[in-house]
C-alpha cells in the first residue's frame, strides 16, 4: 500500500472550508465536469463524475466526521489514476481562528505503473484540487 499526502493552508476558516468539503455531492467548485449524478445520500452515496471523453468516475462516500472534519471516499469504477484499491480525502485542521491547512491523502496500490509514477499522479491531482478549492474561496469570499 502507498500512501501520499500533499497540504496547503487557507486564509479562511476552518468551518468555513468544510462547509464546501463536507458536502460531498456538491463539486461543482472544482471545473472540469459535464455533469455529477448522485446515487444514494449520506454515507455510502456515490456520486458518479462525468467528464469529457472519458468514462464516468464514481467516488462513494465511505465515512464522514464533522467534529474532525474529514472524509474518506473510495473509486470502485472509473478512477483515471494507475491505481487500484483506492481510498482518500480531505482533513481541515484550524490554525486560529481565520486561518487553516487541509492535508488531502490517499492509500492505493499502484496499478500499470511504477509506485512512484502513481504517487506523482496522485500528488498531482491533490495540487490541482486544493488550488480549485483556493479558487473557489477566493470567489466566494
Keep these: 500500500m502507498t500512501e501520499v499526502v500533499v497540504s496547503r493552508e487557507f486564509t479562511v476558516p476552518a468551518d468555513q472550508v468544510w462547509a464546501v468539503l463536507a458536502n460531498f455531492g456538491d463539486i461543482s467548485w472544482a471545473p472540469g465536469m459535464d455533469r455529477v449524478e448522485l446515487i444514494g445520500e449520506g454515507v455510502g452515496m456515490t456520486r458518479r463524475i462525468f467528464m469529457p ?39 481541515v485542521t484550524a490554525i486560529d481562528d481565520t486561518r487553516c491547512r487541509v492535508d488531502w491523502f490517499g492509500e492505493f496500490v499502484p496499478a500499470g505503473a511504477s509506485e512512484t509514477e502513481s504517487a506523482a499522479a496522485v500528488k498531482g491531482i491533490y495540487v490541482m484540487m486544493l488550488q480549485w478549492l483556493d479558487e473557489h474561496l477566493a470567489q466566494s469570499a
Excluded: C, F, K, W
Design 53 to 91: 471523453e472519458m468514462e464516468p468516475i464514481d467516488e462513494v462516500l465511505q465515512s464522514i466526521d464533522h467534529q474532525a472534519r474529514e472524509l474518506r471516499y473510495t473509486i470502485p469504477h472509473g478512477n483515471p489514476m494507475p491505481v487500484t484499491d483506492y481510498l482518500a480525502g480531505p482533513r
